[in-house]
């Protein structure tokens, strides 16, 4: 079998390809950590999340702060939150997830659950 050049250019192309779809730094589907979890869009996330969850459980929380987070690229972009929440005089952390598509401005809190102090 004869291997062209042409042959060459979409073996190595194909290889870029490859290589570059499966780092773990910036690949779709994985998760990476959010740097400023103070960032206004950030905090948009969170206060959402708190609000829909007080909207369907009937709780009444309120967002301390964003302790941490990390984003994944999906048809539009997950936020898994970590949530610093005051009910009464208690504070609880929780885990939330949001799906956002700015885009449609839609959001949907798919998660939040309480973490283990």
Known sequence: MII??????????SLILVSYATR????PGGWEP???????HV???AVYAVSEYDKRSGAKLK?????KGETQ???GTNYRLVLKTKGGSATTNYEA?????P????KNLTSFKPLPA
């Open 43 to 45: 905090v948009e996330i």
């Open 63 to 67: 967002l301390v702060s964003v302790l």
């Open 73 to 75: 690229v999906v048809a």
């Open 24 to 27: 773990s730094e910036g690949a």
């Open 97 to 101: 997830v949001v799906w956002e598509k």
């Open 34 to 40: 959010i740097k400023d979890v103070k960032e206004q």
């Open 4 to 13: 062209t050049m042409k042959h060459h250019c979409l073996l190595l192309l």
């Open 103 to 106: 885009w449609l401005n839609f």
